[in-house]
């Protein structure tokens, strides 16, 4: 049995009807050369449940939310309950793909069992760029079980690194648990409140340590002073949302996107996403007359998942001004870059284990009721927005990957939005392609795929934009670089022989000099 973190136990009281707190996405697999169906793929799945805890247990909840949950190794795990099978209706299109994306991604998790859902869709054949037999797989898992690095590594845990593959699997050892009776439950959960006023203090002084940290370098360092939440213009992205959903996303690319990179100074490919998605927001919001005069802006977390570290959320964040206002797109770019690196700098100030120590300070049962209030009273239609929209970065995996011997094609991301905040941006890489998808409910993005096409547009517009820049070849600049630091070497070298050898000549000058200031 194993309690849930701070930051794991929110995204369980965050969750209301309207708002399921699930992370997932769309993956494109090619059919391997033998063919692939559902009772091939229900045997690979069932082969790999050893390979990652999050398959096989649930939540239990501590009576009267007095508590955060805790994880068991649920004793009544049933495998169909996960795992799913569907055909796209005629034509087959990505339209219908993503239609069909959108239902699944609108229905919450049953949090009476282990908390994912994979679907395997066929029909594919109608979408133009695919080849013959072409599969999907439709994923979610709960945000309380991984964050978004973990979720890679739990549909990894699906795929292998051949065309080779077999439903024998590993030595499983997996054993249930007893549920915990009731008793033993609010006994720990008196333990933990007792604990609290520590635990508060703790917290406190890491967040006291981390803001000096920020105020020294804006006071002694004269560095600009940091975003703060609350500061960003009200839009259409930030209102109470509804209990349906849209979905979409483009293929970038990614040669395109390193040589457009590598075409502007200092920039890396994280300011070059943001600066598309800055684009892409401006065109769309010109596009109905919403652009406000202040830039939006952006939280984007920042994983510190270690190598070793396993599930659960382990996050920073930093907020960025994603410079909306601004026409130019170098100049947003320019802006963008400024920002990133500072705040980074600030987030790692605050860290990651301040944000899970202060959500262990919030009491469970608060939690719960101040969310459902927030959204019950609908209270993000008559406040500013903390921040106007989330853009995260979920690196994919760098060497090819294969699901039944099928190759993975590349993958769509998602992640949940919840009231105030109706539009979430998932940026993820595979091989020969960044995935830029959207997340939103057709109350707010009504023209998902009008999006789609200033997703495009932005790329577009800078990449021109990049093209005008002065050409500077990396290697000259560093054999310049390098040659002016060799001349500087020799001339040092050549000056201290020089003042050595003078004195040897002016002995008898110098002497005086030194009698005088001993006497002094």
């Known amino acids: 049995m194993e309690q849930l973190t701070g930051i794991d136990a929110s995204f369980v009281y965050l969750e209301t009807a309207r708002s399921p707190m699930h992370i997932g996405g769309v993956i494109v697999c090619k059919a391997p050369p033998g063919g692939f169906n559902f009772e091939d793929y229900y045997r690979l799945i069932e082969s790999r449940l050893g390979r990652s805890k999050v398959f096989r247990r649930r939540l239990v909840s501590v009576p009267m939310g007095l508590d955060a949950p805790y994880w068991i190794e649920d004793p009544n795990f049933n495998l169909d309950s996960h795992v799913h099978h569907m055909a796209l209706p005629a034509p087959g299109s990505w339209e219908e793909l993503r239609k069909l994306a959108q239902h699944i991604f609108a229905i919450p998790l049953d949090l009476r069992r282990p908390l994912w859902s994979l679907t395997f869709v066929e029909g594919l054949d109608s979408i133009p760029t695919l080849p013959k037999g072409t599969f999907a797989l439709i994923h979610k898992v709960h945000h309380s079980s991984v964050d978004g690095m973990g979720g890679v590594d739990l549909i990894s845990s699906l795929f292998d690194l051949t065309r080779e593959w077999d439903v024998e699997g590993e030595d499983d050892t997996w054993m249930p648990d007893m549920e915990p009776s009731n008793v033993t439950l609010l006994s720990n959960a008196y333990m933990h409140l007792l604990a609290k006023p520590k635990q508060a203090v703790k917290t406190v002084r890491s967040v006291i340590s981390g803001l000096w940290s920020v105020g020294k370098d804006v006071l002694v360092e004269k560095q600009a002073p940091p975003t703060v939440p609350f500061r960003g213009p009200k839009t259409r992205f930030n209102v109470p949302i509804s209990a349906h959903r849209c979905f979409g996303g483009v293929w970038l690319p990614l040669d395109q996107i390193r040589a457009t990179k590598d075409s502007i100074p200092n920039a890396t490919v994280n300011d070059l996403v943001l600066g598309i998605c800055s684009g892409a927001l401006r065109r769309y919001l010109l596009k109905h007359d919403e652009l406000p005069d202040n830039t939006l802006t952006a939280m984007a977390p920042i994983s510190v998942r270690g190598a070793t570290s396993e599930g659960g959320n382990q996050v920073s964040a930093m907020l960025v001004p994603l410079a909306t206002h601004l026409e130019d797109p170098l100049e947003r770019l320019a802006s963008l870059k400024e920002y990133t690196q500072r705040s980074k700098l600030r987030a790692q100030a605050i860290g990651a284990t301040t944000l899970m120590d202060a959500a262990k300070v919030v009491p469970f049962t608060l939690g719960i009721a101040a969310s459902r209030l927030y959204s019950r009273m609908e209270i993000a239609k008559y406040v500013r927005p903390v921040f106007n929209l ?131």
Do not use: H, W
């Open 390 to 520: 989330v853009i995260t970065n979920v690196p994919g995996p760098r060497q090819k990957l294969y699901f039944g011997g099928g190759e993975l094609v590349g993958t769509l991301g998602m992640a949940p939005i919840i009231d105030g905040l109706g539009l979430m941006i998932v940026v993820t890489s595979y091989q020969d392609y960044l995935t830029i998808s959207v997340t939103s409910c057709p109350e707010i993005l009504q023209d998902v795929q009008f999006f789609e096409s200033c997703l495009i547009d932005s790329f577009k517009e800078l990449r021109e934009a990049a093209k005008n820049l002065p050409k500077t070849t990396p290697r000259k600049k560093a054999a310049k670089k390098k040659a002016v630091r060799k001349v500087t070497e020799v001339k040092g070298a050549v000056k201290p022989r020089a003042r050595k050898k003078l004195p040897l000549r002016k002995a008898p000058v110098r002497k005086p000099a030194k009698k005088a200031g001993e006497n002094v």
